[in-house]
């Protein structure tokens, strides 16, 4: 092998290192890109976690609330079909 060969050799060689390295770096830029999103997007993940958290005790209070309010209805309702039975048994013991 002549001289101009190694040389040819070693130019074609610098040349196919000189590339990978450039895709080496590349990859990488492209790694830390994904890595950030991610990041975001486990960040985002949490806060949504811990907003469906609240709401669901918040729907938990409101249906109880909810429930207390319909139970109360029921028993005014119960209530006033009974005074209104009073006042009828009332009018017709005046008749």
């Not at 997007?41 to 907003?51: F, M, N, P, S």
């Not at 469906?52 to 005014?76: C, F, G, I, N, P």
Request: proline share 0%.
């Amino acid at each position: 092998m002549s001289e101009t060969e190694l040389e040819e050799g070693l130019v074609a060689a610098t040349a196919r290192f000189d590339r990978a390295l450039a895709r080496l770096n590349t990859s990488a830029k492209e790694l830390g890109v994904r890595l950030q999103r991610q990041q975001r997007i486990d960040v985002d993940t949490q806060r949504l976690v811990h907003e469906r958290a609240r709401l669901a005790t918040e729907l938990d209070k409101t249906a109880a609330r909810a429930k207390r309010l319909d139970d109360s209805a029921h028993e005014v309702s119960r209530r006033l079909v009974e005074a209104m039975e009073t006042v009828r048994s009332v009018l017709q013991k005046a008749e």
